[in-house]
């Protein structure tokens, strides 16, 4: 029986995780969450542990499941996982990249995340930002400067699997960190057609409404993407203009939301309180369009769902997401045709039915436990 630690934070995921790899059979399963307090957010599940860096360091319980155990799971490269990785590096290493501690850490995909009228509302809102991004890439390149960024460049190097969102994600770790020469890549989704998508929703008739972005994140670009729509004819943009934004900077949620009032007035319709799933998934089915204007992978979960529902989805040509979706051969548009073109465009019925037969097989229940297998025996 292998013995597998999963090192991986109280999210709304993680009672996924722990269901799925409990009912794997010849596998012993820990669970443990780097946490500052001992209450649960998210988490239902009793087998959630809470951890310090120093339980393990000290030795006891502990110190002895590590050591024993044959494969750590990592459930994002956070400081405190990365210094756990350096613990223990010559353990069979999985790194499940959630996306956030790449894009949002290293040099200089951060540098790329924003497009024009973004970045300029990032140096306003931190005058000093690219300037300071500069200063940390060259600090911690030299170890002066001890950060994620630092502990990241080195606990890479004994990883044995990595496990991306996308495979697109995969490409650029192997382009930008100092990753093993043996590394190989693979699969997990954290969730299905069961906890992603509610299939009740599918064939809900569509009103004249545009979703934009997942967050008030300024990786969305949202300010770009309302200067485009700002220069279509009135006539031709959707009636109702729905922005989430329901966690994030709240000095950008603020900025967001007056641009948006200004620009489109009656027409904005900003989220900015939590909404119970269902009902958010109600609504997001409702759209007959789906604009993400990330330069990232981020939001995965509504580009699963609103292709599933039948939106047509726009995307940047430079974001992993518009490489993902062509190398699955989704049917999707492009910011860069809503740009020439001044008008939204709808999918046929056969791109709608191909896009969620396709979403169906991508998200199929049956092929979580395949999954967790084949991680187990690379």
């Known amino acids: 029986m292998k013995k597998v630690i999963h090192l991986i934070p109280d999210e709304k995921f993680t009672d996924f995780v722990i269901d799925s790899f409990n009912k794997v059979n010849n596998i ?3 669970f ?21 860096l120093a339980d393990i360091e000290k030795g006891g319980r502990l110190r002895t499941i590590f050591e024993e155990a044959d494969i750590i799971m990592v459930h994002i490269l956070s400081l405190n996982h990365s210094k756990a990785v350096l613990l223990f590096p010559s353990k069979k290493i999985v790194w499940f990249c959630w996306g956030g501690e790449i894009y949002n850490h290293h040099p200089k995909l951060v540098y790329n995340n924003y497009k024009y009228l973004t970045r300029k509302i990032r140096t306003k ?3 000093f930002f690219f300037l300071k991004l500069r200063a940390k890439s060259f600090l911690s390149t030299f170890g002066i400067r001890k950060d994620l960024f630092f502990y990241q460049n080195k606990a890479v190097r004994f990883i044995d699997i990595i496990c991306p969102v996308i495979l697109e994600d995969y490409n650029i770790i192997i382009s930008n960190y100092p990753v093993s020469k043996g590394v ?41 993407v309302f200067e485009l729509m700002s220069r279509m004819d009135k006539s031709d943009l959707p009636q109702q203009i729905i922005v989430p934004l329901t966690y994030g900077d709240d000095d950008y949620k603020k900025i967001v ?10 027409s904005f319709m900003p989220l900015d309180q939590f909404m119970d799933i269902d009902d958010y998934l109600k609504l997001i089915s409702s759209c007959r369009y789906f604009i993400l204007p990330v330069c990232r992978q981020q939001g995965m979960g509504n580009v699963y769902a609103m292709l599933y529902y039948g939106a047509t989805i726009y995307v940047y040509k430079d974001s992993p997401i ?11 548009r492009t910011i860069e045709d809503l740009c020439i073109e001044k008008v939204f465009k709808e999918l046929n019925e056969t791109q709608i039915l191909r896009n969620r037969e396709k979403i169906e097989l991508l998200l199929d229940e049956t092929k979580t436990e395949g999954y967790i297998k084949s991680l187990i025996d690379l």
């Open 184 to 224: 190989v890549c693979g699969k997990f989704i954290y969730g299905n057609m069961a906890t992603l998508i509610s299939r009740s929703y599918k064939n809900t008739g569509k009103s004249d409404r545009v979703l934009i972005g997942n967050s008030a994140t300024l990786t969305n670009n949202h300010l770009d």
């Open 28 to 30: 012993k399963n820990y």
């Open 322 to 332: 518009y490489r993902f979706l062509r190398r699955e051969n989704f049917s999707f």
């Open 257 to 266: 939301i007056d641009h948006g009032n200004r620009i489109f007035g009656e």
């Open 125 to 127: 809102l931190n005058p």
């Open 32 to 52: 443990f969450c780097f946490v500052y307090n001992t209450e649960s957010r998210y988490t239902r599940s009793l087998a959630l542990e809470a951890i310090s």
